[in-house]
């Protein structure tokens, strides 16, 4: 009982209730139909008890399975690590660098943001992947990039598996003539009689099976080369955005400064030991970090509130005009509206008549921003923010948040 508990390391058990999301649930019927097409491939092609080569080929193939299952729930059941919730920082001018999480009612660590999905602050947080129903951050990083560097090779070795499965059961079975060419695939094989047959059905499953393996090999593959690109740099995907915003707004003020990304270490292999370890505990609590001889912890901290303070400078304040329902893909805002919807986890908004919107960023048939909500659930930390269709708004004559807020000033003078 007690090794059955060490084993199982949830929190608790509703944990496992991460498995009940479309995310993991496609994805491990993936690994299950490409891993049971390959062990039986490889019982008609290259049956283990024969050679050497096939008890190799066959080790090989549970291997991969076992460690790219491993892995996974590794990713998802392990976490991202979160802020404990009303966090302070020890040294108390330390708030006055860091932005205040009213959800979690503290102060977000350097590195760390909040996810709506998980509803917490996530320790140096990369991104919320649906594939584990969970949070890619300082705990579950190396897992998740191990099993998306795992995935691709697993699925080359069974794509091998079944084109050489569906060669070597179809070449006495085809005839080729003139101007067509036959496959009966009732002929039996006159030089090895596998012990499994291969019908009309096994040909359609392992058919099927090459193209799932393929398209998660390219897949997963472009993002594992997203991962482990930004990992060198000891980045996230969110700091790479940060950074980029950064030099925009020091670009758009022209104000002359230098801004250097405080964690990058000047060493990719000092980088990637930042995440990848053998004990397989990545380094730091995800809280303090080691940074560049020229930065300090709060650095990146800082251009945060910068860009915080910038973002409410430039945005546009709208009037609904229109009504809308929150729908993702509405059918009665237009043909390009309900075609171009954002492909994005992030949420919709419903509007009605009358209100107000602040807008801080959009696409031509898209707008992102924050309804302008009561003042008690202002105080009470309530947000409303996320996507809406253009046609539902009009620009205010007084457009941007800075003109309200002097507007605002000169009444109560």
């Not at 496609?26 to 039986?40: G, N, Q, Y």
């Not at 393929?214 to 700091?239: D, H, P, W, Y």
């Not at 171009?340 to 908004?349: A, K, L, Q």
């Not at 996507?387 to 800075?402: G, Q």
Request: include cysteine; charged fraction near 20%; hydrophobic fraction near 40%.
């Amino acid at each position: 009982m007690n090794v059955l508990s060490a084993i199982i390391v949830f929190e608790n058990l509703h944990e496992v209730r991460r498995l009940c999301h479309w995310g993991p649930i496609i994805a491990l019927t993936v690994i299950a139909v490409c891993s049971s097409m390959a062990i039986l491939d490889s019982i008609i092609w290259y049956w283990p008890l024969d050679t050497t080569g096939g008890s190799i080929n066959f080790i090989m193939l549970i291997n991969w399975t076992v460690l790219i299952l491993y892995n996974y729930f590794n990713a998802m059941f392990v976490g991202p690590g979160y802020i404990p919730l009303e966090w302070k920082p020890e040294n108390q001018q330390d708030t006055m660098y860091l932005q205040f999480c009213r959800v979690c009612q503290g102060y977000k660590a350097p590195r760390s943001h909040h996810c709506r999905k998980c509803n917490r602050c996530v320790m140096k947080m990369d991104h919320h992947c649906p594939w584990i129903n969970n949070c890619c951050g300082h705990l579950n990083h190396a897992y998740f990039t191990t099993f998306l560097l795992l995935a691709p090779l697993g699925c080359i070795h069974a794509a091998f598996i079944f084109i050489m499965t569906m060669y070597t059961q179809l070449y006495d079975r085809i005839s080729f003539g003139w101007s067509s060419v036959k496959i009966d695939m009732s002929a039996a094989r006159r030089i090895h009689h596998p012990i499994m047959p291969f019908s009309v059905a096994s040909f359609a499953a392992t058919l099927f099976a090459l193209g799932l393996a393929l398209g998660t090999t390219i897949a997963v593959g472009m993002l594992f080369f997203i991962q482990i690109k930004v990992i060198l740099r000891n980045k996230t995907s969110i700091e790479v955005w940060i950074e980029e915003k950064a030099k925009d707004r020091i670009q758009y003020y022209q104000t002359g400064e230098e801004f250097i990304f405080p964690y990058d270490l000047g060493s990719r292999w000092e980088n990637f030991k930042q995440v990848f370890t053998w004990s397989g505990t990545p380094e730091g609590d995800g809280i303090e970090w080691p940074v560049n001889e020229k930065c300090h912890q709060h650095t990146l901290t800082i251009e945060q509130l910068k860009q915080k303070a910038d973002k409410r400078v430039r945005s546009v304040q709208y009037r609904v005009v229109e009504d809308y329902n929150g729908a993702c893909c509405p059918l009665g805002k237009g043909f390009n509206t309900f075609l171009r919807t954002p492909c994005t986890e992030e949420p919709r908004i419903q509007l009605s008549k009358g209100e107000t919107i602040f807008a801080t960023r959009g696409t031509k048939w898209w707008m992102y921003g924050d309804k302008v909500l009561e003042e008690e659930e202002t105080k009470a930390g309530v947000r409303v923010r996320g996507w809406f269709p253009r046609r539902c708004v009009e620009k205010c004559l007084y457009d941007s948040a800075n003109n309200t807020s002097e507007s605002e000033e000169k009444k109560d003078k």
